[in-house]
């Protein structure tokens, strides 16, 4: 009886020794349990612009075109269900271009994938302008879409993309409230865009409940400008 008891202690203090040795190697498996892990909050490592190509659902039917919603006058309107969820009526992102001249590349195919975007093209330099208020959520150096600024509008229904620009306007940074009109940054080439045609990427994206800038679905800009 007391050899067991002996080699019991004997052995609860091997255990807790080992343990120690263990933990002060680092080697405890809950150690590498939290180096792997990933940490909360980390925006997933991929190219939104692969991720937009890729999306294949579309609207089934194109949303109604609904008259101009109140214009931005500075104030908010209160969110309603009805108002939030109808066609925003955009302001041009390219002063001067009429949209009634521009063609919808929306369904065209670029790269192997769903351009779901519009192109104006437009000399290197040209200011590029907010098309609604609202806040810019993110500002992304992809390697298709080049300097970018996701944009949601006030009611955090759309999400408004601006691509291959040549520089932001000074000062621009996430969180920045961009009125509509305002400028955001200069027309280029940046990401995969040809050096010879400069233009602005444009894409108006539909944000899901879970509000993330790189979530979203597609729908074509040219009816909203018009
Ligand atoms: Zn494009």
């Known amino acids: 009886m007391k050899t067991i008891a002996v080699f019991a202690l004997g052995f609860g203090t091997g255990m807790i020794c080992l343990a120690a040795m263990l933990w002060s190697t680092g080697n405890l498996p809950i150690g590498q349990v939290h180096a792997a892990r990933v940490v909360p909050g980390a925006i997933p490592f991929e190219d939104p612009q692969i ?34 969820s109808a066609t925003p009526s955009l302001a041009m992102p390219i002063a001067g271009v009429d949209p009634n001249m521009l063609r919808s590349n929306f369904s065209e195919t670029r790269g192997g994938h769903a351009h779901e975007a519009l192109d104006i093209m437009s000399p290197r330099g040209t200011p590029v302008l907010a098309v609604a208020e609202g806040n810019v ?34 000062g621009l940074k996430e969180g920045t409230l961009l009125r509509k009109g305002e400028i955001l940054g200069y027309v280029g080439s940046t990401g995969d865009a040809s050096p010879n045609t400069p233009h602005l990427h444009f894409a108006v994206f539909q944000l899901g409940p879970e509000k993330n800038w790189w979530q979203g679905t597609a729908v074509d800009p040219l009816p909203m400008l018009k």
């Not at 039917?61 to 939030?84: C, K, L, N, R």
């Open 137 to 170: 959520v993110k500002l992304f150096n992809s390697k298709q879409g080049g300097l970018t600024v996701y944009q949601f509008d006030d009611s955090r229904t759309w999400c408004y993309y601006y691509a291959h620009l040549d520089h932001y306007a000074p």
């Open 51 to 84: 991720t937009h190509g890729e999306r294949k659902q579309l609207p089934a039917v194109p949303p109604p075109f609904v008259p101009p919603a109140p214009a931005a006058s500075g104030a908010t309107p209160p969110a309603t269900i009805a108002s939030s």
